[in-house]
């Protein structure tokens, strides 16, 4: 069914051909298409399925669409749905709603959900505790293959949620994992613990939670214990979980390299007045700084007024040492992300960088330089080419400097990206060309 044909019934009022074929379609079809509904329609479409099919279609939702609906339908009518998620998907739902509606509905939860609730909101927000989940398994290090896989039968735990097997001591002490694979070709007398792996391999509950994800991806598990600081076993960060740090991860990053400060709500429902928030202070910072640049022209005046010719290379100039500075800069924050550099790789890198950028600056000075004897000479022939090799160098280590520089003093490289790059790139631009011209056409 298309969104038309849902609006043809519902302006019908044809409620039982709508709830109907609502609940025949496939849950993803579905889900696509609430996605498209406003508000009201959505309530109405929502209301129309049936509670296991409202149950289903609500757990593959979007935190943000989820949110959005609790808050349009109300505390009591959706604590069914609150109830059915996993733990660590319920605290980051609660995280996307007012206060006030999220006190109400912990209120309204079971005894059970709302202490595991309760415990994930606990822990430090961006925390590997606040992504953990209840949901796994743990069995005794004493325990038999064949006990562990007879508990799997009776477990009421999804299958997804199986592939990992949890080993733990009598005090809850995490001894290390076993695959699932791995325990049903075991012999059935064996002890997990001696069948248990990568006892050192696990998160504390406070740690980072891209470290979670970092593990996982390295090592290719289906899940991560999670432990306190005595080392017991209290929840598991998920493949799936991990898709999700990632993700946020990956947004906030080109958000800062916009520059946006972070925002979380999607464009499609962020007011005006939010965006224009989150997106005037960097653009004014930007303004200031490149206000720089015109103190730089309007201090070589006189020499721009001796050649005005100066002028037409100037946009080309700028513009080739900030793009030199955002491509050292986004290969460098990517390689201080992933580790694959440290800070005291700087030296080395730069030395690199400064061969690689005089390469590349003396291929565009010959470019600039014959368009500049077409248009003003071999004089300007000579300014031009010898400003483009220096502000391809140094736009290059601007880039590559910056986001080291960063690092060092605590902050995301990722802030340092394109926009400020170009900007500081564009103020040494403005002055070497015009100290360079200003030296040149004065000896001529």
Not at 40 to 69: G, T
Not at 179 to 194: F, R, T, W, Y
């Amino acid at each position: 069914m298309d969104l038309q044909v849902l609006r043809e019934m519902v302006e019908a009022k044809q409620w039982g051909a709508l709830r109907e074929e609502l609940n025949r379609m496939d849950r993803y079809e579905l889900v696509g298409l609430l996605k498209e509904l406003k508000d009201p329609e959505l309530v109405l479409a929502f209301r129309l399925l049936q509670k296991d099919r409202a149950i289903e279609v609500f757990e593959s939702l979007d935190v943000d669409d989820q949110a959005a609906l609790v808050r349009m339908m109300g505390a009591p009518e959706t604590v069914t749905y609150i109830e059915a998620l996993d733990p660590d998907d319920r605290a980051r739902l609660f995280e996307e709603l007012p206060a006030k509606v999220t006190k109400r509905l912990i209120n309204n939860l079971s005894p059970e959900s709302r202490e595991s609730v309760n415990l994930i909101l606990g822990y430090p927000e961006d925390s590997a505790g606040r992504y953990m989940t209840s949901r796994y398994i743990a069995v005794r290090n004493t325990s038999t293959v064949r006990e562990v896989l007879m508990s799997l039968h009776v477990s009421p735990l999804r299958p997804d949620e199986m592939y990992v097997i949890f080993v733990i001591d009598r005090q809850r002490v995490y001894r290390g994992y076993v695959g699932l694979g791995s325990l049903i070709k075991a012999d059935p007398d064996e002890k997990v613990g001696v069948l248990a792996q990568d006892e050192d391999l696990f998160v504390f509950t406070t740690d980072p939670r891209t470290r979670a994800a970092d593990i996982i991806m390295e090592r290719d598990l289906p899940a991560l214990a999670v432990v306190d600081r005595e080392k017991r076993l209290v929840g598991s960060v998920t493949f799936d979980d991990v898709l999700d740090v990632v993700e946020e991860e990956v947004t906030e990053d080109f958000q800062k390299m916009a520059p946006i400060i972070g925002m979380r709500e999607k464009i499609r429902d962020a007011s005006i007045s939010l965006l224009y928030q989150k997106r005037m202070p960097w653009l004014l910072l930007l303004v200031l700084i490149n206000l720089f640049s015109g103190a730089g022209i309007a201090y070589f005046e006189e020499t721009i007024q001796a050649k005005i010719a100066l002028v037409m290379f100037l946009p080309l100039l700028i513009d080739s040492a900030g793009n030199a500075g955002s491509q050292s800069s986004t290969l460098i924050i990517r390689s201080l992300a992933t580790e694959d550099v440290k800070l005291k790789d700087w030296f080395e890198l730069v030395v690199k960088e400064c061969g690689v950028a005089f390469a590349l600056g003396v291929t565009l000075a010959i470019a600039v330089g014959m368009l500049g004897i077409v248009r003003g000479g071999l004089d300007l022939a000579m300014v031009v080419a010898i400003s483009m090799l220096l502000v391809v160098l140094a736009g290059a280590i601007i880039g590559l400097s910056l986001p080291f520089l960063m690092t060092r003093l605590g902050m995301d490289p990722a802030t340092g990206s394109a926009p400020l790059v170009t900007s500081i790139a564009d103020i040494m631009g403005v002055l070497i060309y015009f100290s360079i011209a200003t030296a040149v056409l004065s000896h001529g």
